[in-house]
């Protein structure tokens, strides 16, 4: 019997073609991913430090602004990374 995983993986593969990539390509996309994993590291560190801060003072209202923003800059740099990645497959 199957498992369900290679049930799953053999629809998967009649649904569409597999994506074949190139070292180039991979290489492409390791390098968006590292470049987009710092940006985010430094954006969540500058906003976390900020984010102390505000508590240590307990300004709650600007706290919960900072964290709302940390949320949402590493929510869009993720979907760039993502856009990028996309890009770079779809040059086929």
């Known amino acids: 019997m199957k498992s369900a995983y ?8 009649e649904s569409g073609p597999e994506v074949k990539l ?8 390791a ?10 590291a430094e954006r969540e560190l500058f ?16 706290l919960q602004e900072l964290e709302t923003q ?8 993720k979907e760039q990374c993502e856009a ?3 890009k770079l497959r779809s040059q086929q």
């Open 31 to 40: 390098a968006v991913d590292d470049k987009f994993k710092a940006k985010i």
């Open 6 to 13: 290679e049930l799953a993986m053999e629809r998967l593969a």
């Open 70 to 77: 940390k949320t949402r800059e590493i929510g869009s740099l």
């Open 84 to 86: 990028e990645k996309e």
């Open 47 to 62: 906003l976390t430090d900020l984010i102390a801060k505000a508590a240590a003072s307990g300004n709650y209202a600007e």
């Open 22 to 29: 190139t070292d180039e390509q991979r290489a492409e996309l």
